[in-house]
């Protein structure tokens, strides 16, 4: 995946459960920074889950999948 500012790639810094920041929500929070030192972007993304089936599929299949893997 590549930075929106400069086009460098971006490495994953970790994943979260969305429950662990109190938003009330459920889901995971992925954080990307980017590899250009001089940048310096940070990207979350958000994937909330819809029901308890979604989110046994998400963690039975990994947090990355299809394309994505292909980037890292």
């Not at 930075?3 to 790639?9: L, V």
């Not at 662990?20 to 001089?38: A, K, P, R």
């Not at 990207?43 to 046994?56: A, G, S, W």
């Amino acid at each position: 995946m590549e930075c929106y500012h400069c086009g460098s790639d971006l490495y994953i810094g970790g994943d979260h459960d969305i429950e662990d920041l109190d938003t009330g929500g459920d889901g995971i929070v992925t954080n990307l920074s980017c590899s250009n030192e001089d940048c310096n972007t940070h990207v979350e993304i958000y994937h909330h889950f819809n029901n308890e089936e979604e989110k046994t599929k998400h963690f039975t299949e990994g947090f990355h999948s299809g394309d994505w893997e292909s980037d890292n």
